[in-house]
């Protein structure tokens, strides 16, 4: 079993900087590739970024140039650098690991932009 563990999330106020840390642990394992993904209260959950074991990364149009992803293959763990935070960046954020060929998914960190 691989475990998935968000940390991070806060209130902000707009023009904001946060950092996202995912943090995968269990034994026998290998990552291929990690992503962010966040859902809005009321819509459905959508792709932020992502990037492989080999540091390819991608981001989606509306964050690209203000989030970006990162990884420290050592410590099995991923980060979202967000800056320049705009109130619709509000939801709940995800971290997706995929392992042994499937997808594993951390509980969610909360993160709010608000004045």
């Known amino acids: 079993q691989v475990q998935v563990v968000e940390s991070g999330g806060d209130l902000v106020q707009p023009g904001g900087s946060l950092r996202l840390s995912c943090a995968a642990s269990?034994?026998?394992?290998?990552?291929?590739?990690m992503g962010w993904y966040r859902q809005a209260p009321g819509k459905q959950r959508e792709f932020v970024a992502d990037?492989?074991?080999?540091?390819?990364?991608y981001h989606a149009d509306s964050v690209k140039g203000r989030f970006t992803i990162y990884r420290d293959n050592a410590k099995n763990t991923m980060y979202l650098q967000m800056t320049s935070r705009k109130p619709e960046d509000t939801a709940v954020y995800y971290c997706?690991?995929?392992?042994?060929?499937?997808?594993?998914w951390g509980q969610g960190t909360q993160v709010t932009v608000s004045s």
């Open positions: 997706k690991v995929v392992a042994r060929g499937r997808p594993y």
């Open positions: 269990g034994s026998g394992f290998t990552i291929t590739a």
């Open positions: 990037i492989s074991s080999g540091g390819d990364t």
